[in-house]
C-alpha cells in the first residue's frame, strides 16, 4: 500500500483551483486566435479580441478571468493500492475552502434551494470518486461557471432516433441557448448509460484536451460534423452572430439498455477551466 | 462610438441604437438576482433610480491594488420579470449579456430605456475600468450586494433599443 496524507491532497486542490481561474490552456488560447483570425463579422471579432485581451491581464495573477468562478468539481481515480490517511472529501474540501480564499475567488455556492444562505467559502466541492487497479491518485479538477451549467440538458431519445436525433437535439440546444452560455463554447456530450451515466460522461468529456479526438472512429466523426454545423448556427460571440459560436465538440459514450438513448450536453463557456494532477 | 455620462437622459436614449459602441463613464450599480428580488418592494432605496444604470454583475473580491476583482456581466435573462419595476422608477440602462424575453422588451420600450451587453468572461479587462467600488445596500448577500460604482469608459455594445432592433435576431 502507498499512503496518502490529506495535507497533500488539500494542496493540489488549493493550487490547482487558483491556477484554473487565472489562466487559460495554450491549446485553448491558440484556438481563440485562430477564430478570431476567421472571424468575418467585426464587432464579433472585438469580442474575441476582449476575450484574449482578458486572459493577458488575468495570468498577471490579481484578477481572476471570470467573476463567476465556478462550482469546483472533481473527478478522483483511486489506485486500489492507495491509502489515504484521512477522509479524502474532507480534504478536497479544505483545498477548496483554502484556494478560494487565497485566490481571492468569488464564493459562489448556497446552501439550499430555496433558503440560498452563501456557505462562504465555495464548499462543498461536486466529487466522483472511481476506484482503479494501480498506486496512483489522479485528480481532474474544473471550476465550472453556472451560465453555460444553465443552458444545459439531460434527454432520453429513442434508439431509432438515433445520430440524426442527437445532432437536432444538440443544434437545437446551442440555437436556443444564444448569448447565454458565452459562446464561443465547448460543447460536452456524453451518449448512453442511463439517465445520470450520460450527464457524467458529458462533464468527463468536457475535462479532455482540447485538441483530441475520440478514439472510436463514428464517434470522432460526430465530434467533427458537429463541430462543423455548430458554427454555421450563426449564433456568435456572445450571441451576437459571426462564425465562432464553438471551440470543440467532445463526446464521451457508454453501453445502455435496448430501449434507451440517453443524450446530455454539458455547455462550457469559452473560459474552459481545468486540469489534471497524479500523484 | 458613443460616450455616455451618468445619470442618462432621455436624450442620451435615443441616440442609442443596436450595435453601436457605448464607453460609459460616472457612477453605475451593480445588482443581479437576489438584489432583484429584494428591490421589488425596497422602500428604504440607497441611490436614485432616476437616469440609473444597473450592472448585472457578482464580483470576485478585490485585492488591494483594485477597486474590485473580475466583474463581467452575468445572465440578464434571470432579471426579466423584474426589471420591469425598476424600470418605471426611472432606471435607464442595464448591462448583461444575453438575450431577454420579448415581454421585457416590450417593457423596456414603454419605459424608454435601453439594454447593453458587454463581453461575457472578460472580468478582468472589465475590471480595469472601474476606478471605484462601495456596497451601499444588502451587505449580507455577499458577490450580490449592491455595489456603487465609478467607472471610466466602461465598454458596452448597444444589444436592444427603443426602436425595436434586436442584436440577436438583426446579426443572424
Known amino acids: 500500500m502507498r499512503n496518502i496524507e490529506p495535507k497533500q491532497i488539500t494542496e493540489i486542490i488549493k493550487n490547482s483551483v487558483i491556477k484554473i481561474n487565472y489562466n487559460l490552456d495554450n491549446s485553448l488560447v491558440k484556438r481563440l486566435q485562430e477564430a478570431k483570425q476567421n472571424e468575418s463579422k467585426s464587432l464579433s471579432k472585438s469580442i474575441l479580441d476582449d476575450i484574449l485581451k482578458n486572459q493577458e491581464i488575468a495570468k498577471k495573477g490579481n484578477v481572476p478571468l471570470c467573476q463567476d468562478t465556478g462550482v469546483v468539481v472533481v473527478f478522483v481515480e483511486i489506485g486500489q493500492k492507495i491509502n489515504i490517511l484521512g477522509d479524502l472529501e474532507t480534504a478536497i474540501n479544505e483545498g477548496v475552502r483554502q484556494g478560494y480564499k487565497e485566490g481571492y475567488l468569488r464564493k459562489s455556492i448556497v446552501d439550499h434551494p430555496f433558503k440560498r444562505t452563501n456557505t462562504q467559502d465555495n464548499t462543498p466541492a461536486i466529487i466522483h470518486q472511481r476506484l482503479v487497479p494501480g498506486n496512483t491518485l489522479k485528480f481532474k479538477i474544473a471550476a465550472k461557471g453556472g451560465g453555460s451549467e444553465n443552458m444545459s440538458l439531460v434527454k432520453m431519445l429513442t434508439p431509432a432516433e438515433g445520430k440524426e436525433g442527437v445532432k437536432k437535439l444538440v443544434l437545437d440546444t446551442i440555437f436556443n441557448a444564444g448569448g447565454k452560455p458565452c459562446p464561443p463554447i465547448i460543447v460536452g456530450i456524453g451518449i448512453g448509460g442511463n439517465l445520470e451515466k450520460s450527464a457524467l460522461l458529458a462533464k468527463e468529456a468536457l475535462l479532455r484536451e482540447l485538441d483530441d479526438s475520440s478514439d472510436d472512429s463514428d464517434i470522432k466523426q460526430l465530434e467533427d460534423d458537429l463541430y462543423r454545423e455548430i458554427n454555421k448556427l450563426g449564433v456568435g460571440p456572445m450571441g451576437i452572430g459571426g462564425d465562432t459560436t464553438c471551440l470543440g465538440v467532445k463526446i464521451n459514450y457508454f453501453p445502455m439498455h435496448i430501449a434507451s438513448l440517453p443524450v446530455a450536453i454539458n455547455i462550457q463557456c469559452h473560459s474552459s477551466r481545468h486540469t489534471e494532477v497524479t500523484i | ?172
Open chain 2, 1 to 172: 462610438m458613443i460616450n455616455l455620462t451618468t445619470p442618462i437622459t432621455l436624450e442620451d436614449i435615443k441616440r442609442l441604437k443596436v450595435g453601436e459602441k457605448v464607453l460609459i463613464s460616472g457612477t453605475i450599480y451593480t445588482a443581479r438576482d437576489q438584489a432583484h428580488i429584494r428591490l421589488q418592494n425596497e422602500e428604504n432605496l440607497k441611490f436614485d433610480l432616476e437616469g440609473a444604470v444597473i450592472f448585472y454583475v457578482g464580483p470576485t473580491p478585490a485585492r488591494d491594488n483594485v477597486a474590485l476583482g473580475a466583474s463581467g456581466p452575468t445572465s440578464s435573462y434571470r432579471m426579466d420579470d423584474l426589471a420591469p419595476n425598476l424600470m418605471k422608477r426611472g432606471l435607464k440602462l442595464m448591462i448583461g449579456k444575453g438575450d431577454r424575453s420579448d415581454k421585457f422588451i416590450q417593457e423596456m420600450i414603454n419605459y424608454q430605456s435601453v439594454y447593453l451587453i458587454a463581453t461575457g468572461g472578460a472580468g478582468a479587462l472589465l475590471s480595469s475600468r472601474i476606478k471605484k467600488s462601495r456596497v451601499i445596500m444588502y451587505e449580507d448577500l455577499g458577490a450580490e450586494a449592491i455595489r456603487e460604482l465609478q467607472v471610466e469608459e466602461f465598454p458596452c455594445f448597444v444589444a436592444y433599443d427603443i426602436y425595436g432592433n434586436n442584436i440577436f435576431k438583426d446579426n443572424k
